[in-house]
């Protein structure tokens, strides 16, 4: 090779990595600047401080030092929270969801217009038994008295469906004080988002079995109905599904009409049963599980010194798929000191003890089980219990605007289940450490708050915040050179910061 064609090569070596960084510090620029006319019209993202971002639309006008923002101080309850919601909680302060005109949300100002299909009771309420006067779809949100119970027990836990469709009943009554996240809009053309009020998952629950000498259970027959339904709207037709929402949370939910559906956004609880060409992180929203145990108020939280158990599990132990770590684990700790990992159900007050068993726990263990996710997670975080999540595959909810690291513990589960590996980890974080975590656990946990009505920054308001910004990673995807999804980005960070934090 000639001198010249070498200084060639090493001028092309240099030249390359620093375009690279030139263009990465520009792209970032981007970010900073007010003036956005030459962005995607869709989503701005602002990385703010404590790592945490909020997604704007390109049409809500504020001035840089005055976007919405998320603050970890707590506000007074304005409502108590619905009887089948769960306790009441101090919610987070977030601003500039909407705005009011009197009571009643304003379409125009609100962050995401949703027209939401009139379908026939039988797809939502009438699941739960209710029947309303000749020609009524819905209940009358204003009186709490007198909507419909979502069932009580391991139902509530995929009850997402029914919290998101109250609220934007609630959207448009005077009567009822809500965030503005969502509002319910008469034209479909004026819309953001097709909202489906089908209640899968309920669906599953209690309408999968056949029963007489019928063939086909309810649940199939609903799912057969809603895709008839869909493929016959004007507005399906028009977008071909993918402004549609339809909640499927329960990992069953939906088996037989998710193909023909796949266009649409799904509101889900893990990927685990879905193939990536109908759910994935490009499209589709994650949302927390209802939370089944009590939640533990801020002020009586008990402390390190206040909690004598280590480490506590209880629920199912043999599990298939992802699971079987489960039964690798409760051999290792069941006869260790300070550790509770025993087999637990919801009979003979099994949901009651599994609380009060968190909320005496310093870690709580999220084992994948037959999915990637599962309950007890937010369980630990309403009980303040540093959960300690062993899952390679999981996705968690609202992971872009919430650093999981400040709160949980992530270990691999080919780490877990080293004999020795998991407690000696646990062990090690102090108490200081420890009661960091916990702090942030109370402060982050009215997050994960599903109510009636909803409150700013609780899990309804957190949902409709996320469903605006489908793909709201995609500047970052394009800076850093993955996926727009970010899906692999965003794990391998957080990767790195767990696994190398102890």
């Not at 009887?83 to 009197?102: M, P, Q, Y």
């Not at 109905?225 to 399906?236: I, N």
């Not at 023909?260 to 193939?275: E, H, I, K, S, T």
Request: net charge neutral; with cysteine.
């Amino acid at each position: 090779m000639s001198e010249k064609s070498r200084l060639s090569s090493r001028f092309l070596f240099f030249l390359i990595p620093i375009s690279m960084f030139l263009f990465i510090i520009f792209s970032m620029s981007l970010l900073q600047l007010s003036s956005t006319s030459f962005l995607p019209s869709s989503v701005i993202k602002l990385i703010l401080v404590n790592s945490t971002s909020i997604y704007l639309k390109s049409n809500v006008k504020n001035e840089l030092g005055k976007f919405p923002f998320f603050s970890s101080k707590p506000s007074q309850d304005t409502r108590s929270s619905m009887r089948s919601g769960g306790e009441n909680c101090s919610n987070f302060e977030v601003a500039a969801s909407g705005k009011h005109i009197g009571n009643t949300c304003n379409p125009n100002q609100g962050l995401l217009k949703v027209y939401m299909y009139d379908m026939p009771p039988e797809f939502h309420f009438g699941l739960l038994g209710w029947k309303g006067k000749a020609n009524q779809i819905w209940p009358n949100v204003d009186d709490l008295d007198h909507i419909p119970l979502y069932p009580g027990g391991l139902n509530l836990q995929h009850s997402i469906e029914y919290w998101l469709t109250l609220d934007l009943l609630a959207s448009n009554r005077p009567k009822v004080v809500r965030p503005c996240g969502a509002v319910r809009v008469d034209n479909s053309s004026q819309a953001d988002i097709i909202f489906v009020p089908y209640f899968s998952s309920l669906s599953y629950n209690r309408h999968s079995k056949l029963h007489g000498k019928g063939k086909v259970s309810m649940n199939k027959m609903l799912q057969n109905r809603l895709v008839e339904f869909l493929m016959g709207q004007d507005e399906w037709k028009r977008s071909g599904g993918r402004d549609h929402l339809i909640v499927a949370h329960h990992p069953n939910s939906m088996l037989d009409a998710r193909k023909m559906l796949g266009a649409a956004m799904f509101v889900l609880a893990d990927f685990g049963r879905y193939p990536v060409e109908i759910a994935n992180l490009k499209k589709d929203v994650i949302a927390p599980y209802k939370h089944v145990v009590r939640t533990i108020p801020s002020g009586e939280s008990a402390q390190f010194e206040e909690r004598p158990i280590l480490v506590f599990f209880q629920g199912a132990i043999y599990r298939k798929d992802g699971g079987i770590i489960r039964q690798e684990l409760y051999y290792l700790l069941k006869d260790e000191k300070d550790v509770h990992f025993t087999f637990g159900t919801v009979r003979k007050n099994g949901v009651n003890k599994a609380g009060q068993g968190m909320a005496s726990s310093k870690f709580c263990l999220n084992i994948a089980g037959d999915t990637p996710s599962s309950n007890r997670l937010f369980d630990a975080i309403v009980s303040h219990c540093v959960p300690v999540i062993i899952s390679d595959d999981i996705e968690l909810p609202f992971e872009d605007v919430l650093d999981y690291s400040e709160f949980s513990v992530f270990v691999r589960a080919s780490d877990a289940v080293k004999e020795g590996y998991l407690l000696n980890l646990l062990q090690s974080i102090d108490r200081d450490k420890w009661t960091m975590m916990w702090e942030r656990l109370k402060e982050i946990a009215p997050h994960f708050e599903y109510q009636y009505p909803s409150q700013s920054g609780d899990a309804v308001d957190m949902i409709w915040q996320a469903v605006s910004q489908p793909g709201g990673s995609f500047l970052l995807g394009v800076v850093f050179g993955e996926d727009t999804s970010l899906g692999f980005c965003r794990r391998s960070v957080r990767a790195f910061i767990i696994y190398s934090s102890f």
